[in-house]
C-alpha cells in the first residue's frame, strides 16, 4: 500500500462515485512506484461494484492517462499488471502535492546513534529521544522516554 498514493487519488482523482472507489482501490494495491496487480474481481469486491463496470472505468482511466496496463492477463483467474499515472506531469507514480511548492518531502528523523571510535569518556552526543546533550556511555534521565536510560 502506498501512502503517497492513496493520498494524490485523494486530492487529485477526477473521478467521482464508483470511478473515484476503483481509482482509490488501485492506489490501496499500489506500491510508490504506482505498481500493482489485483484481479477485476478483487476490484470490484473492494469497490462494491460490478466487474463490468471495473471494466469500464479502467479502460476511461487508460484513456485519460491515469492507468497503464504494462502486461495483460493470462486468462481467467489471472490479473492483469497496472501502473498507476499521473498525466497532469507526465510522469509515473502520481506526486502529493504541497501548499509551499516545495516537492521535497520532509526527511524523517534520524534517531539511530553510532558510538563513537574514540574510548574517551567525554564525548559530547545528543539522545535520540529527548535530543539533550549528553556524555556518551553515562546513563541520564530521559523526559522524553520517561525513564532512566544509558
Do not use: F
Not at 558510538?115 to 529521544?129: A, D, G, Q
Amino acid at each position: 500500500m502506498s501512502i503517497k498514493l492513496m493520498t494524490w487519488v485523494w486530492d487529485q482523482s477526477p473521478y467521482k462515485d464508483d470511478a473515484l472507489l476503483i481509482h482509490l482501490a488501485l492506489a490501496d494495491w499500489s506500491n510508490d512506484e504506482g505498481i500493482c496487480w489485483p484481479t477485476q474481481q478483487r476490484i470490484a469486491a473492494k469497490a462494491r461494484c460490478s466487474v463490468e463496470h471495473v471494466r469500464r472505468v479502467t479502460k476511461r482511466m487508460q484513456q485519460d492517462g491515469y492507468l497503464a496496463i504494462i502486461d495483460s492477463s493470462r486468462g481467467p483467474g489471472s490479473s492483469h499488471k497496472y501502473q498507476l499515472k499521473n498525466p497532469t506531469n507526465g510522469g509515473v507514480s502520481p506526486e502529493r502535492p504541497t501548499s509551499k511548492g516545495s516537492n521535497t518531502p520532509h526527511p524523517s528523523p534520524n534517531n539511530r546513534q553510532e558510538p563513537p571510535l574514540e574510548s574517551s569518556r567525554s564525548v559530547r552526543i545528543r539522545c535520540p529521544y529527548c535530543h539533550k546533550q549528553i556524555t556518551w556511555g553515562k546513563a541520564h534521565d530521559c523526559p522524553a522516554m520517561n525513564q532512566r536510560i544509558k
